[in-house]
T-cell receptor
Framework: RKEVEQDPGPFNVPEGATVAFNCTYS??????FFWYRQDCRKEPKLLMS???SGNEDGRFTAQLNRASQYISLLIRDSKLSDSATYLC??????????FGKGTMLLVSP | DAGVIQSPRHEVTEMGQEVTLRCKPI?????LFWYRQTMMRGLELLIY????????DSGMPEDRFSAKMPNASFSTLKIQPSEPRDSAVYFC???????????FGPGTRLTVT
């Protein structure tokens, strides 16, 4: 089993839709969790950290389910500019992160 | 802060040539990471440094790859000799613990012909 797994997508949604992605991780000792956004031919950019209690930043909500070992990202009221690949990363020891391969989101007019 | 700086942004070279990629981490960050990203394999960690010391180089594909961090503000990743299968985007990232949020540079797009 891969350490971090994501559905590659693409998820095709219309503007204004709500969309959610999950990311499963295999290392039960993982302590820190992150969502990154990567635009085509650009570097991954930190979108948000994922806290145990869940956290929200505007239209974005991240949650952690330790029992089932997954994190989720919910995007409400999707914008065209949300089209990107979303990578999840987990801390598996010290300061290293292990990343999934990403989920592609395409928001259409 | 200027963020993580990488150079060159693009590199095209012939098989067998030496390639050197450069990275300047964010000031104050004490961990530096080199990644390689391809469509097939995604984002792979090659090596990481903590306080300029290499901690884990298990991701370095083979002896043709080497990395150094002579001081807190500079690191290099060298490929010698380069091969077509090394073609990828190479990212450098830095972080300061905790909670280990990493910030990526713009990457170097390497093409080996």
């Amino acid at each position: 089993r891969k350490e971090v797994e994501q559905d590659p997508g693409p998820f095709n949604v219309p503007e204004g839709a709500t969309v959610a992605f999950n990311c499963t991780y295999s290392n039960s000792a993982s302590q820190s969790f992150f969502w990154y956004r990567q635009d085509c031919r650009k570097e991954p950019k930190l979108l948000m950290s994922v806290y145990s209690s869940g956290n929200e930043d505007g239209r974005f909500t991240a949650q952690l389910n330790r029992a089932s070992q997954y994190i989720s990202l919910l995007i409400r009221d999707s914008k065209l500019s949300d089209s990107a690949t979303y990578l999840c990363g987990t801390n598996s020891g010290y300061s290293t992160l292990t990343f999934g391969k990403g989920t592609m989101l395409l928001v259409s007019p | 802060d200027a963020g993580v700086i990488q150079s060159p942004r693009h590199e095209v070279t012939e098989m067998g040539q030496e390639v050197t990629l450069r990275c300047k981490p964010i000031s104050g960050h004490n961990s530096l990471f080199w990644y390689r990203q391809t469509m097939m394999r995604g984002l792979e960690l090659l090596i990481y440094f903590n306080n300029n010391v290499p901690i884990d180089d298990s991701g370095m594909p083979e002896d043709r790859f080497s990395a150094k961090m002579p001081n807190a503000s500079f690191s290099t990743l060298k490929i010698q000799p380069s091969e077509p299968r090394d073609s990828a985007v190479y990212f450098c990232a830095s972080s300061s613990p905790p909670p280990y949020e990493q910030y990526f540079g713009p990457g170097t797009r390497l093409t080996v012909t």
